[in-house]
Structure formats: C-alpha cells, structure tokens
C-alpha cells in the first residue's frame, strides 16, 4: 500500500516536492528530540567542528551553539532505525521504486530561536550527482514549522530544469548566486507543517532557507536516499566498501547494475573552499540572497497540499 496519495505523487513529479503530515509517532517524535537534545549537549566546551557537529559562528565552550549534527546515522543508532521507519519508506516508493539505498551524508539541521543560521539557494544534485535522478531527500520535521521561524522554501518545478552554477570564486561553493543565475524565486514556496510530519524534494529542486527570526526552534532531520540503481558518479561518493554500501540499503536489494540516463551534470570541483558542511561550503558565496532584508518575506506562498 502506498504511502502518499495520488494527488502527493502528482506534485512531486509537477512541483519536485510534496508533504506528508503526522508521518511521526508521538512516542517516536519525543525519542528523536530527546536523542538530538543529548548530541547537542555534548557541544559543551567544544572550541571547533567536529566530524558530528557543526557549530554557529557565534558558539562558544560556555555557550554551545550548534547548527548541524552531520551524518547522524553514524553518530547514534535511533537515527539509523528512523531511516527505516514503514511511514518513511512507503512513502518513498512510489517515487523511486522499491530497491532503496540512504546515502552517507544525512544531517539535522538546527535553527536555534533568533539566529539559527541560513541557507543560501542550492540543488541537492550539484553535490552528489548520480548515474540516474531517482534521487531525493526527505525532511523529519523535529518542531513545528511556520512562516517565522525559517521554514524550507521550494522552488517548485526548477527540478525539471537546468543545474544551476554553485560555484564562486573558482571553487565549488554549493550556492546560487540567485541574481546572476536569472533565477525568480519569487514563485517560492514556504513549507509549513506540524511536528512529526516529512517533506520529500527531489535532488535537482532548488530551495533554501532563511533565518529564523522567531522564538521557536525550527530543527528538521534529513535523510538522503537514491534508488538502488541509481549509482554516486565518480569524484563524488568514492565507493570503498561494498559491503557498507549496500548494508545501507533500507528497502529490496541491492544491484552491480547502474541504470543509466541523460541526466544534467556539474561536477562539484574544484572542491569548496572551506569543507565540513553546506554552511562553511557557502562562506564563499559573494551575492547572499538571505542576507538582504527582504529575503524573509520574499517567498509569501504557503504550502497548501493536504492528506485526502
């Protein structure tokens, strides 16, 4: 039985995104925020990034202040369960079929009340491409997430475009400069959706997010998954390990067999600048969208696909 209703699969295929609301348990909510409370704790007396934690630029030992916990399902297991979860996967296959891998990567982003960092305009696609684009990434939201506190914005259609530059200064910085691109994000989409609940974009959308400029936390979990066929190009995921490879594999089988096709690339080279997560990659970036102070009204259309 499918996860999604028809009208969720027919915006991610015309829009590149959907939302699922209540996908979360409570019991499974309350675990997720209390396993993320006790990571972010260990940022205590912590002066640098870690290989688990990227820290705000205004984080101190005493003040700990942390925006993202990298490669969760690697720093503690409930995150490697959650990846699972039957609400997640059965969403899932619709879009991409029932042989499903998770990527390496993964993150939760953590906007913290009044200045949880932002993120600059992006595609997915230009960090990890692959030898076909069933490729997406699904958002577990941790809180709710409202038009104040820095809600994901969608560019809907733009995954069935071009991939966009996201480089500056010569290297590889994993941003759009938005007004060089000619790109009108004025069509942007604020996602708001209750706690527990899962966006799913695809790969080649662009979106991003501004500031949080509420009282509130805003902290979304994601996960990154491809089909099982759908192979990390070379230069990219360096497949050393077989069998880690394919233990992440979620739903099905594995394959030795890419499946191949006319996808549109841009190698992620010369590598950023500055390496350990999207926000130090952006440090580069010379025209920042959300540094303008219109950028957090600039995107005024809510999501409005519900559940039938």
């Known amino acids: 039985m499918s996860g999604l209703t ?112 932002a993120i600059e305009w992006h595609q997915d696609w230009a ?22 506190n820095g809600p994901v914005l969608m560019l809907p259609g733009t995954h069935k475009g071009p991939v966009y530059d996201h480089h500056s200064q010569g290297a590889f910085c994993g941003a759009i400069d938005v007004h060089k691109a000619g790109i009108d994000v004025s069509n942007a989409r604020q996602v708001h959706a209750p706690a527990g609940s899962i966006t799913i974009h695809h790969a080649r959308l662009v979106h991003g997010s501004a500031m949080n400029h509420s009282t509130r936390k805003r902290r979304v979990l994601f996960y990154e998954y491809t089909a099982a066929d759908a192979w990390p190009l070379a230069g990219v995921d360096v497949i050393r390990d077989l069998d880690e490879f394919n233990a992440r594999m979620v739903h099905g ?15 992620p080279l010369p590598t950023a600048v500055f390496q350990g997560s999207i926000y130090e990659n952006q440090r580069t970036l010379e025209s920042r969208y959300f540094d303008t102070a219109q950028a957090t009204v600039a995107a005024p259309q809510k999501h409005i696909l519900k559940e039938s």
């Open 6 to 117: 028809a009208e969720q699969i027919a915006q991610y295929e015309s829009d590149g995104y959907t939302l699922v609301e209540n996908v979360l348990e409570a019991s499974t909510l309350q675990r997720l925020r209390e396993v993320t409370d006790e990571i972010v704790a260990s940022a205590k007396g912590l002066t640098e990034h870690t290989d688990a934690l990227d820290l705000e630029a205004s984080h101190t030992p005493e003040s700990p202040r942390v925006r993202r916990i990298k490669r969760p399902h690697t720093v503690h297991p409930f995150y490697w369960d959650l990846a699972r979860h039957h609400g997640i996967v059965r969403a899932l296959i619709p879009l991409i079929g029932e042989h499903i891998r998770l990527r390496p990567a993964g993150k939760v982003n953590i906007k913290a009340p009044g200045y949880g960092a």
């Open 127 to 148: 960090f990890y491409p692959h030898t076909n684009q069933d490729v997406l990434a699904v958002g577990v939201l941790l809180d709710d997430m409202g038009p104040d």
């Open 253 to 267: 089988q594995p394959t030795l067999t890419p499946r191949m096709e006319d996808v549109p690339v841009r190698m």
